[in-house]
T-cell receptor, first 110, second 116 residues
């Protein structure tokens, strides 16, 4: 399983764009990149998933370079409620086991 | 998206007793379910992979006789913590995948176990 590396923590202010980068140098051909958000005492919540290039949904964008050895989660105009831990996961998908890295603790300030 | 539920959401038990936690996929069939444990301010740690109709696969260092997993149907997996001790107090989270055709894991809300 590919190992992921993310910054331990990040601070931001309301209204700013936040970019969190994840390194996954050993990503395999069949692996997808998935980002989850977790609030205290809750299960992780799916944010976005991609395989290559760029993916955008209503809450975030995911940028994946051609070599796929890293990915960047972009959160536009964060609010206080975006304060959470964000996990980057790499794996073959829902039916295959996934190993969580340490995650990035994002703190959004007013 | 698909919904995964857990029951109970919180449980307090005495040391030496056993506790069962249920994980259900509400609107899809889950051939595979995963059980995680999470300590305060730490990441999720995968404990085991539960496959419907077969024995669970445990991660290294997880005692299979202490953490009994049963995946009796395509919508239900249970984790039983046997002879619980205070060090088993943790947040237990399950997730479910519907197979290779779905690339997303769906997570339950978690169960807070406190052993006194």
């Amino acid at each position: 399983l590919a190992k992921t590396t993310q910054p331990i923590s990040m601070d931001s202010y309301e209204g700013q764009e936040v970019n969190i980068t994840c390194s996954h140098n050993n990503i395999a051909t069949n692996d997808y990149i998935t980002w989850y958000q977790q609030f205290p005492s809750q299960g992780p919540r799916f944010i976005i998933q991609g395989y290559k290039t760029k993916v955008t949904n209503e809450v975030a964008s995911l940028f994946i370079p051609a070599d796929r050895k890293s990915s960047t989660l972009s959160l536009p105009r964060v609010s206080l409620s975006d304060t959470a831990v964000y996990y980057c996961l790499v794996g073959e998908g829902g039916g295959f086991k996934t190993i969580f890295g340490a995650g990035t603790r994002l703190f959004v300030k007013a | 998206g698909a919904v995964v539920s857990q029951h109970p959401s919180r449980v307090i038990c005495k040391s030496g007793t056993s506790v069962k936690i249920e994980c259900r996929s509400l609107d899809f069939q889950a051939t595979t379910m995963f059980w995680y444990r999470q300590f305060p301010k730490k990441s999720l740690m995968l404990m085991a992979t539960s496959n419907e109709g077969s024995k669970a696969t445990y991660e290294q260092g997880v005692e299979k006789d202490k953490f009994l997993i049963n995946h009796a149907s395509l919508t239900l997996s249970t984790l039983t913590v046997t002879s619980a001790h205070p060090e088993d107090s943790s947040f237990y989270i399950c997730s479910a995948g519907s197979g290779a055709s779905s690339y997303e894991q769906y997570f339950g809300p978690g169960t807070r176990l406190t052993v006194t």
